[in-house]
């Protein structure tokens, strides 16, 4: 009798965690995509931060700051992936204080470093790096 009590407790136990396995994978809230702010512009000819860690499916919004006008463009030459450096790129200028655009990182983004700059301020060193994990 004590046997058949034993396997009875050891069944539902088993049973209760099965359960919660089970119903931590069905139930359980996939990883949100992240969204990261970059001020272009931020207390002079520079973008804040300068370097942004990201993953696939992240959203990066670039904020104009000071010193209008302001634009970003990733460098093909210096990234992993040239042709996604192109699609990243926002060449229109933004000339209004808040002025911003999103950067949406697609899911199949290569990993690594992608360089990019403002076009009117490059020359004065406002360059930044997208770093795709």
Same mark, same amino acid.
């Given at each position: 009798?004590?046997?058949?009590?034993?396997?009875?407790?050891?069944?539902?136990?088993?049973?209760?965690?099965?359960?919660?396995?089970?119903?931590?994978?069905?139930?359980?809230?996939?990883?949100?995509?992240?969204?990261?702010?970059?001020?272009?512009? /931020? +207390?002079?000819?520079?973008?804040?931060?300068?370097?942004?860690?990201? #993953?696939? &499916? $992240?959203?990066?919004? *670039?904020?104009?700051?000071?010193?209008?006008?302001?634009?970003?463009?990733?460098?093909?030459?210096?990234?992993?992936?040239?042709?996604?450096?192109?699609?990243?790129?926002?060449?229109?200028?933004?000339?209004? /204080? +808040?002025?911003?655009?999103?950067?949406?990182?697609?899911?199949?983004? #290569?990993? &690594? $470093?992608?360089?990019? *700059?403002?076009?009117?301020?490059?020359?004065?060193?406002?360059?930044?790096?997208?770093?795709?994990?």
């Amino acid at each position: 009798m004590r046997f058949i009590s034993s396997l009875s407790k050891s069944v539902a136990v088993l049973a209760c965690v099965v359960s919660l396995v089970i119903g931590s994978l069905v139930f359980s809230n996939p990883a949100e995509a992240a969204n990261y702010e970059v001020t272009m512009g /931020a +207390g002079g000819l520079q973008f804040s931060p300068k370097q942004v860690n990201v #993953k696939p &499916g $992240d959203t990066v919004t *670039f904020k104009n700051g000071m010193l209008a006008p302001h634009n970003v463009m990733f460098n093909p030459a210096n990234s992993p992936d040239s042709n996604l450096s192109k699609s990243l790129s926002h060449n229109k200028l933004a000339y209004k /204080a +808040g002025e911003s655009f999103d950067v949406n990182i697609p899911a199949d983004a #290569k990993a &690594g $470093d992608y360089e990019f *700059f403002c076009t009117p301020h490059r020359g004065a060193g406002m360059v930044g790096h997208l770093i795709v994990k």
